[in-house]
């Protein structure tokens, strides 16, 4: 079955590189996610990997999937205020559509 | 930007007594989802729902929960007899069909007393 972990705390200073972690256990996951939970807000989609994929770049976000390891990282740069926020990380499953999630990652930037 | 919109955002409630938490999807999904996350735990997922019948559900949702599409816009959560452990933040959210379009809402507080 599905496993998501996930570190749960993050200071950064603004302006700075954040890289969030994420590990996962099922092999057949078939999409990565990254999640943003501002406070008082839903769950925002920030960007997803396909399973196949390494890496994927979308302006100041950068995903890494190491499928070996089963590791997802997300990296911000020039990291700002307003990237303050719970970020979680979540799979799927072939066959299945449903979302697991890690416990998530509380980031705090500091100014 | 379309939005999913949950209501209440915070309801207490007796042990013993039904609540009925109530979501807006976006008009073109076809797709909605409930999912909760227990202060200090992870987001599950309860139960998926398309074409006017569960589409999937977890071990969680058990015969105390059900969901309804009573009327075209609004996509509802009842739990029947709630317990402690049942306090947590609910979260809706819809989809057009694919996974990378899942919209949520800001969630709702459910405490139970």
């Known amino acids: 079955g599905e496993d998501v972990e996930q570190s749960l705390f993050l200071s950064v200073r603004e302006g700075d590189s954040s890289v969030i972690n994420c590990t996962y256990t099922?092999?057949?996951?078939?999409?990565l996610y990254w999640y943003k939970q501002e406070p008082g807000a839903g769950l925002q989609l920030l960007t997803y990997i396909f399973s196949n994929m390494d890496m994927k770049q979308d302006q100041r976000l950068t995903v890494l999937l190491n499928k070996k390891d089963k590791h997802l990282s997300l990296r911000i740069a020039d990291t700002q205020t307003g990237d303050s926020a719970i970020y979680f990380c979540a799979e799927t499953l072939y066959g299945n559509n449903r979302l697991a999630f890690g416990k998530g990652n509380q980031v705090v930037v500091i100014p | 930007e379309p939005e999913v919109t949950q209501t209440p955002s915070h309801q207490v409630t007796q042990m013993g007594q039904e609540v009925i938490l109530r979501c807006v999807p976006i008009s073109n999904h076809l797709y909605f989802y409930w999912y909760r996350q227990i202060l200090g735990q992870k987001v599950e997922f309860l139960v998926s729902f398309y074409n006017n019948e569960i589409s999937e559900k977890s071990e969680i949702f058990d015969d105390q929960f059900s969901v309804e599409r009573p009327d075209g816009s609004n996509f509802t959560l009842k739990i029947r007899s709630t317990k402690l452990e049942d306090s947590a933040m609910y979260f809706c959210a819809s989809s057009v069909g694919t996974l990378s379009s899942y919209t949520f809402g800001s969630g709702t507080r459910l405490t139970v007393v």
């Open positions: 099922d092999s057949s996951s078939t999409y």
